[in-house]
């Protein structure tokens, strides 16, 4: 009497090399995502922009009465890149949110305030400094 | 036999071999596609087949169309089928294969779109990815494995020619029992694509509109997701569809009918929204008609696009401009004359003025082009785009030169329109009040939003034009490029005028040289009441003739002008192009003092520790020592960029010639220590000369035909000015009052509006309004003191005779005015305030500003009765004026100070 049939091991073999080549497949899938959104094109940036808003690789920086906030340019709705203001306000060319210059929500369909990006003033260089992370 | 044909042909069990055909055709296209589509390239790829590679386009065109007509007839077909109820004589494994071919469907049709590579396609991966990421624990790996991520499109590419290409057709010969289409449907289809594919070319976006719009079949979605704050619902919503259309086989022909009933409304919907997103959408999620001529609904290419292009064409080798293909390059790569930053090599022709950089054409590729592209009104897609200087045309925006603000409040203030003469105003909003039209018929073509209308260099009539008002330079080249040009002698411009930091003062020159009269007093020019026929042989030493017919004689220039300095020699781009904040008036608008550069304490900065802005046209000029001490303003920060502390001394080198200017402090001979002195502004010693207009009157004449500056159109109606007398005489003093330091200070005023209106014949109105100027007529030497303490002019009072009389040991001051008095006011008609009066309101065009009262008048005329008996240098009495308290026991037994 066979243990297991030919058939039903074949399917056992296929089985558990599918399995692993999936799981393969799903870990190659992870690390690229890591490489490709922790590669920022330019993280230390000279601090001297005009107030209001200017657009920068992926980030919009506001600058208001000489104070400076920085936020991502993808749409909290759908990560559309926001490269359009409108007097005080930011507008995303694909689904019409409107945000205000200090990032948050005016008008949907965009729930989420615009992502802060949290930076560091390096007044000795005149720079500043964007966590990567962001 | 032949209406059977036809009725075969259209009938609706037709769409499932049309749709096989369709899909037939693709495959075979898209085959030939992938030889010359490059999807690592993929925008500039698709732009070659657009510009020269015709075969390759119209194989895209066709594989674009075929791929269309797939998708219809396929839904089609499923309605059909769902109409005849035949899904009950299906295999359920059949059944499932046909479910599952609907989403790979989709699939293969959305890559497509994605391997644009266009801006519409980056938006268009953006949002898929983050659909899909949303569905929890399987988002990601579903994300990742159809389209990788959003920088690359090699998943995208091998799915879409692979993956999603083999399922359905491998779905499709399951269902259809056929590995090729039948002869007849391919020949029913084939002309249907070839037509389309000859007269609609699919293009792609320029990457320059903020208008993102999806591919036809998913507007529907986009408006959908507009309405929606959690998108990811319709990614449930899709499935449910699916187990929807899944169920109508399973459940009884009743419930089946009702489901059906709610899928085909629903469809209908769909296609309601999706025309209406499709057509009435535009730009920045702004509703739109699609006869609007600014819509951009759908862009295609006219088979004119198909034309084979010279043998030339294909061997000429362009460089790509920002990495892209601009088919401007093709003709026009010989352009020369711009500096680096603007040169075509790096920004090509399509970023400054438009018109369609996809096109060998040369009527389309001009057409919707600008060719002055400094003009506001385009500026935001041209100068002002966010790769360019988007922060400065917002500051542009704000500034005064734009705004007109100054210009329009006090003539609101003086027509009686506004209760103060200040407040923030723009000339692009100002309507048809009568101190409106009175600002259109006279003033409003000078400000920056003024259109350029043509090409032409800059001259004394030059009014408006953006950025190109000041940034751009015809060298003798290029304007006999224009020439010819004009003549038809020439078809092509090469000679580009420079555009350039070298702001010359003919750039200033046509706009200021009115009013306060800047330009013109800065180089020594006084207006006079001659015209042109008087000075027929002009002697141009002694008199000007200006190209408005204006005639100017010669008078001293400014000490600064002497030396060869420009306009922008001093005033630097954030007085000149705005800072970002509305100013009312000019003076608040200006950042620089004279005491930044005449002092032996400056304060200074280097290169590094500078703004962006400044750090950038110092790299422009190859200025790249960052030890170099720049000097700074001291009110505002904002550095002299040709201005450096070396060696103790405050160097200027011209921005024109080069030349170094050696800059002198503030003399230990000014009179600064000496009471009331000190709070004197440095132009009130050193202003030779101010142009005083007398007695200006303006009517409104409703018949007569007038001209609209502000719309650059002719108009019923006009204001008509006409004045009496131009002085070029030393300016009169004045106090203005600093409300953030709480500080007063002397400074220069000419009569700003004196005017007499006559808006009809029965509504007349006089106002008597003195505005603070700075001349711009600078000498080195300071006046006389008796320039300002004996002279009725500077105090208020007008032309005449001030005398100092005594009789038996008692002075008194005695005015004899020139100018009789204005019946409105009772004042002669040059002066500000009367003898020895307060004056009223103030009478001046800032509520700020002010004439001397009686005390200050007082004060200044006791100095004056000193100087009719002492020289101005006499040291005994500068000892007493400079000893405080000056009390009168100090002065000799034989001074006689006067009574009032």
């Not at chain 2, 500096?339 to 090509?348: L, M, Q, R, T, W």
């Not at chain 2, 015209?531 to 204006?550: A, H, Y």
């Not at chain 2, 106090?735 to 808006?759: A, H, Q």
Request: proline share 4%; aromatic share 8%.
């Amino acid at each position: 009497m066979e243990l297991i049939t030919r058939k039903a091991f074949l399917k056992t073999i296929i089985g558990i090399t599918g399995s692993f080549l999936a799981y393969l497949f799903y870990k190659s899938l992870k690390i690229n995502d890591h490489i490709v959104s922790s590669n920022r094109v330019q993280s230390v940036i000279k601090n001297d922009f005009p107030e209001g808003f200017s657009f920068i690789n992926d980030i919009i920086l506001v600058k208001k009465n000489q104070k400076i906030e920085i936020f991502s340019d993808k749409c909290t709705h759908l990560g559309c890149k926001i490269n359009k203001s409108s007097g005080t306000e930011l507008v995303c060319s694909c689904h019409g949110s409107k945000f205000s210059d200090n990032g948050q929500v005016i008008s949907g369909p965009a729930l989420k305030n615009l992502k802060k990006i949290s930076f560091q003033l390096d007044n000795l260089r005149n720079v500043i400094i964007l966590n990567n992370e962001a | 036999m032949k209406l059977d044909s036809i009725k075969i042909l259209i009938s609706r069990s037709q769409f499932g071999y049309l749709s096989y055909a369709s899909f037939f055709i693709c495959i075979l296209s898209g085959i030939a596609l992938a030889f010359t589509f490059d999807p690592m390239n993929s925008y500039n790829s698709i732009s070659l087949m657009i510009l020269l590679n015709k075969p390759a386009l119209f194989i895209r065109s066709i594989h674009y169309w075929s791929a269309q007509i797939f998708l219809l007839t396929s839904v089609f077909h499923i309605i059909d089928h769902l109409l005849k109820r035949t899904e009950k004589d299906v295999k359920s494994s059949s059944w499932v294969g046909m479910i599952m071919l609907i989403p790979f469907l989709l699939y293969a049709m959305f890559s497509g779109f994605l391997l644009k590579g266009d801006n519409e396609a980056t938006q268009g991966m953006n949002i898929i990815v983050s659909v899909l990421n949303s569905i929890p624990l399987i988002g990601n790996i579903i994300s990742g494995t159809m389209f990788g991520t959003t920088s690359s499109l090699q998943i995208i590419y091998i799915n879409h020619i692979i993956t999603s290409a083999l399922v359905v057709w491998l779905l499709t010969i399951e269902h259809s029992k056929k590995i090729i289409p039948s002869a007849k449907s391919l020949l029913q289809v084939i002309p249907l694509i070839a037509l389309l594919s000859v007269i609609l070319i699919p293009s792609i976006s320029k990457n320059i509109s903020p208008e993102t719009k999806g591919p036809w079949y998913l507007t529907g979605i986009q408006e959908i997701f507009h309405w929606l704050n959690y998108p990811e619902i319709t990614i449930y919503i899709l499935f449910l569809i699916l187990v929807g259309i899944f169920s109508v086989k399973y459940l009884n022909n009743k419930a089946s009918g009702r489901l059906k009933l709610v899928l085909l409304i629903f469809l209908l919907s769909y296609s309601l929204v999706s025309v209406f997103a499709l057509f009435f959408r535009g730009e920045s999620w702004k509703l739109i008609v699609p006869w609007d001529d600014n819509a951009n609904v759908v862009e295609f290419l006219t088979a004119s696009n198909l034309k084979t292009p010279e043998d030339s064409l294909l061997k000429r080798k362009v460089p790509l401009i920002q990495g892209k293909i601009e088919s401007c390059m093709y003709c026009h790569s010989d352009v020369k004359g711009l500096s680096i930053s603007h040169d075509v090599a790096a920004i090509g022709c399509y970023s400054c003025h438009l018109g369609n950089p996809l096109s060998l054409d040369k009527i389309t590729a001009h057409r919707g082009m600008t060719l002055t592209p400094g003009n506001l009104d385009v500026a935001e897609k041209t100068c002002g785009t966010i790769n360019c200087h988007p922060g400065i045309l917002k500051r542009v925006g704000k500034s005064l030169m734009t705004s007109m603000s100054g210009v329009i409040a006090v003539n609101k203030y003086t027509f009686g329109e506004s209760k103060t003469p200040d407040g923030y105003y723009n000339i692009e909003n100002i309507g048809f009040t009568p101190a409106e039209t009175h600002l259109r018929g006279l003033c409003a073509g000078c400000h920056l939003s003024n259109n350029k209308l043509k090409p032409a260099p800059i001259d004394e009539l030059s009014r408006g034009g953006g950025c190109s008002a000041c940034h751009l330079n015809y060298q003798p080249e290029s304007i006999a490029d224009l020439e010819n040009l004009k003549a038809g002698k020439k078809s092509h411009f090469v000679n580009h005028p420079e555009i350039t930091l070298k702001v010359t003062d003919d750039h200033c020159f046509g706009c200021h040289s009115r009013s306060g009269r800047i330009a013109t007093n800065y180089e020594g020019w006084h207006e006079t009441h001659l015209n042109s026929k008087d000075v027929t042989n002009i002697d141009k030493s002694k008199f000007r003739l200006l190209q408005d017919g204006r005639v100017f004689e010669k008078k001293n220039d400014d000490v600064h002008h002497k030396a060869g300095m420009m306009c922008i020699d001093c005033h630097n781009s954030y007085e000149i192009m705005g800072d970002g904040t509305k100013y009312s008036h000019k003076e608040n608008a200006v950042k620089i003092q004279c005491i930044d550069c005449h002092t032996d304490n400056p304060s200074t900065i280097t290169k590094d520790k500078m703004d962006q802005e400044s750090q950038r046209i110092l790299n422009i000029r190859n200025k790249t020592d960052l030890n170099i001490k720049y000097i700074v303003s001291k009110g505002t920060g904002i550095p002299y960029l040709n201005t450096i502390y070396k060696d103790g001394r405050i160097i200027t080198e011209l921005k024109s010639s080069g030349k170094q200017l050696i800059s002198k402090p503030v003399s230990t001979l000014c009179g600064k220590d000496i009471q009331g002195h000190n709070r004197m502004d440095c132009a009130t010693c050193h202003t030779a000369w101010a142009p005083q207009c007398i007695g200006c009157h303006t009517q409104y004449y409703p018949e007569m035909t007038g001209w609209d500056n502000l719309t650059n159109k002719e108009t019923i109606g006009s204001w008509l000015e006409k004045d009496k007398e131009f002085y070029s005489d030393f300016p009169t003093l004045g106090v203005t009052f600093d409300p953030k330091s709480k500080n007063s200070k002397v400074t220069t005023f000419i009569p700003g509006m004196v005017l007499s209106i006559s808006k009809s014949k029965n509504e007349k109105s006089y106002k008597r309004l003195f505005a603070p100027a700075f001349s711009h007529t600078i000498s080195a030497k300071s006046v006389p003191c008796k320039t300002c303490h004996n002279n009725p002019v500077a105090l208020g009072y007008g032309r005449g005779e001030l005398k100092y009389v005594i009789n038996n040991n008692n002075g008194r001051w005695i005015f004899s005015q020139k100018f009789s008095n204005f019946s409105s006011d009772n004042l002669p008609e040059d002066a500000w305030i009367g003898f020895l009066q307060n004056s009223k309101n103030n009478n001046s065009t800032r509520t700020n500003t002010r004439p001397f009262n009686i005390e200050e008048q007082k004060k200044i005329l006791t100095i004056g009765s000193c100087l009719t008996c002492h020289k101005e240098n006499d040291k005994k009495m500068i000892a007493v004026l400079r000893s405080t308290p000056f009390t009168k026991k100090k002065l000799s037994v034989k001074c006689i100070v006067p009574i009032w």
